[in-house]
């Protein structure tokens, strides 16, 4: 009898110990496994997220769920039902968030997202770990291949731009100088991670740096930026997807006129009832095309704090002004003009407010904006304001 109780406990503890090595040889044979460190709880769910598209890059809501794991007591976790790919694959891991749709993805402030963009090459195990509050600034992959390594760099990289432009930062919109600090400051952390693309030799990072310039999809300030990108990858990887849809988008009749243009010779209405045409209202040197508004706070301050310093020191060696006004009420326009001391130049407007067809030739909707053309129309830099633009015109009025 003794012995009979003596095997039927062995024979538990040996189905114990043989159902615990399956638990145990689950959780460790996975190709994406991990550890998240910070878990409060059991039940923390991580999710694997394939985009459909470039667009659905790094985009909340849009992504696929195609896996999901459960974190354990001890922060370990292993997708269980990954697809067969053929060839490397791009995935996002995922924090679930409280009260959010599995494919929620955190985009506002990189130092909070919740989720980290990976490439994963079936058969070849990723083994991955993570902090809870930091998600993808704190991600690390044990021997990354090239291409994760340079997805980390490219995640550092965003990081730093964002602390070091964007982050704590608060501008006061209604004030011109306000929003055009806020432009600015934009444009520098986007500047960051448009050379990180310019210069990596990886395609699926770079198309991350470029949907991180503008997780809202809006490169009007940056279409230069797209064209090159779709140049630069059309020669290397033709046929990926992502190239295509991105050469789609970057077709330069769909953007705005870009520097190196020359830009358009449109006949303007004016304030005094004429018409201009542009290319013969080019100064000798350097033209500003501005398009502003009475009622765009930023215009008016770089009207009186900007222009009108600079056409009085050098209108005379050859700098003109060329100004487009969104306006629909032409006293308002006229009183603004008078004002800021813009009458100084030539003013032109179809008195159609946002739907000037000025805009819509130059494919532009926003202001304040302005290009700066050479004496034969060529466009040498555009949307350059305050103090950049003051040094931008000292330097070109100075060259010997």
């Given at each position: ?35 998240i ?38 922060g ?31 985009t ?18 990723l ?42 930062k608060?501008w ?20 960051e ?69 020359v ?48 056409w ?33 130049w030539?003013q ?15 494919r ?28 931008l ?8």
């Open positions: 009898m003794m012995y009979k109780m003596i095997t039927s406990t062995f024979k538990k503890i040996t189905i114990y110990f043989l159902i615990s090595g399956m638990v145990v040889s689950c959780q460790t044979h996975s190709d994406i496994s991990g550890k460190e910070g878990t409060t709880k059991e039940g923390t769910i991580i999710y694997l997220i394939a985009p459909p598209s470039l667009r659905g890059v790094g985009a909340t809501y849009h992504g696929t769920v195609i896996d999901s794991a459960v974190v354990d007591a001890e370990h976790f292993g997708f269980r039902r990954l697809p067969e790919f053929e060839g490397p694959k791009f995935l996002e891991i995922a924090m679930k968030q409280t009260g959010k749709a599995p494919n929620y993805l955190h506002d402030d990189p130092s909070r997202s919740n989720y980290m963009p990976i490439i994963w090459r079936p058969g070849e195990p083994v991955i770990s993570a902090r809870t509050n930091e998600f993808q600034k704190s991600f690390s992959v044990e021997q990354p291949s090239e291409a994760n390594r340079a997805l980390l760099d490219l995640r550092d990289v965003h990081q730093e731009a964002y602390l070091t432009h964007l982050a704590g608060q006061d919109i209604e004030d011109g100088s306000g929003l055009l600090e806020k432009e600015h400051a934009i444009s520098q952390f986007q500047a991670l448009i050379e990180f693309a310019d210069n990596t030799p990886h395609l699926i990072p770079a198309m991350i740096a470029l949907r991180w310039v503008s997780p809202e999809h809006y490169y009007e300030r940056v279409p230069e930026f797209l064209v090159r990108q779709c140049n630069k990858w059309q020669q290397q990887q033709p046929g990926h997807p992502w190239v295509v849809e991105l050469c789609k988008i970057s077709d330069p009749a769909q953007l705005p006129v870009l520097v190196g243009d830009f358009p010779n449109l006949n303007l209405p004016t304030m005094d009832n004429d018409t201009l045409a542009v290319q013969n209202e080019l100064g000798s040197r350097l033209t500003i095309i501005d398009l502003w508004a009475s009622w765009c706070a930023p215009c008016r301050k770089e009207n009186r704090e900007v222009l009108v310093p600079l009085d020191q050098y209108h005379e060696q050859g700098l003109q002004v060329i100004a487009y006004g969104l306006e629909s009420d032409a006293a308002r326009w006229r009183a603004a003009v008078e004002r800021d001391g813009a009458d100084r030539p032109a407007s179809d008195l159609q407010g946002d739907d000037a067809p000025f805009l819509a030739q130059l532009i909707q926003t202001i304040p904006a302005n290009f700066i053309v050479d004496d034969k129309g060529i466009i040498v830099a555009k949307n350059v304001h305050g103090s950049a633009l003051v040094q015109v000292n330097d070109y009025m100075n060259i010997p």
